[in-house]
């Protein structure tokens, strides 16, 4: 299992009984106490690129245990990476977590993640090739609507 983003609600994920290993990516000023307080898991740091990916590659479920993050480009990747998503049913994950055969948002947390061990991965990675750059700015122009021209016309 693995939880991204020190600082938003990831003592929860890590006071989870779940099988496995927890992986936390990611940094803050909770750190060294969470690292204390919980020496069974691994706490990573700041990753990225190849590092990054291989984390991903590695893991089964990716937990989102943040109830106040707007959207949460780290699902994202997650998804990309053919990982099932767990989380709390709250603005952010609900609007990326759209399909129930990409992930589970539950507000058992831990229901949600055990519940992600039994979703595809390939149905994760189609998924997440909604959300490429070229259907995303083609989503956007969409929805530009031109303002109509002002209306200088003096009022008399």
Request: glycine share 8%.
């Amino acid at each position: 299992m693995r939880a991204s983003g020190e600082g938003e609600n990831i003592e929860e994920f890590l006071k989870l009984e779940l099988p496995g290993s927890k992986v936390v990516v990611g940094d803050g000023p909770a750190r060294k106490s969470l690292e204390k307080r919980f020496p069974e898991a691994v706490f990573c740091g700041v990753q990225k690129g190849e590092k990054l990916a291989a984390l991903y590659r590695s893991s089964d479920v990716f937990v989102f245990p943040s109830m106040t993050d707007t959207f949460g480009v780290v699902m994202l990747e997650a998804l990309a990476s053919g990982l099932p998503v767990a989380g709390y049913p709250v603005t952010g994950p609900a609007d990326v977590i759209t399909d129930e055969r990409v992930g589970c948002l539950d507000w058992d947390l831990q229901k949600a993640a055990l519940h992600c061990l039994t979703l595809k991965p390939d149905d994760c990675v189609n998924f997440a090739r909604k959300f490429s750059w070229d259907i995303v700015a083609n989503q956007f122009k969409r929805h530009i609507q031109p303002f109509p021209p002002p209306d200088f016309s003096p009022e008399y």
